[in-house]
């Protein structure tokens, strides 16, 4: 599974950003995606996750201006940012989990797109 995100880039505080993740390859095993951010010097953290039985889950940093969507598919998704802050300044990660094997879940990582918020 290939994983690629676009939308990023500078966007003024207070206005709002759209990324996002295109899955491609062996779709079909995708059980969910998400979205994770890594700030510098910090560890990466999940932004939100939405599974193929369209349950979502939204990190705990980031509840309120963040909605996470995708097609029906699961094949691609989308995370929509309003009255974006200085904080949301990082890099954004798309996620994809597959099946379960014997050595644990398949994660797949995009390579990720920076958003960088000006005051």
């Known amino acids: 599974v290939r994983l690629v995100e676009s939308g990023g880039g500078l966007v003024q505080g207070g206005g709002s950003i759209r990324l996002s993740c295109k899955a491609s390859?062996?779709?079909?095993?995708?059980?969910?995606m998400g979205w994770y951010r890594q700030i510098p010097g910090k560890q990466r953290e999940l932004v939100a996750q939405i599974t193929n039985w369209d349950e979502i889950i939204y990190g705990d940093s980031v509840k309120g201006r963040y909605t996470i969507s995708s097609d029906n598919a699961l094949s691609t998704i989308y995370l929509q940012i309003d009255n974006v802050r200085a904080e949301d300044t990082a890099v954004y990660y798309c996620?994809?989990?597959?099946?379960?094997?014997?050595?644990?879940?398949?994660?797949?990582w995009g390579r990720g797109t920076q958003v960088t918020v000006s005051s």
């Open positions: 390859g062996a779709t079909s095993s995708i059980r969910d």
């Open positions: 996620n994809a989990h597959g099946p379960t094997t014997t050595t644990g879940v398949i994660s797949y």
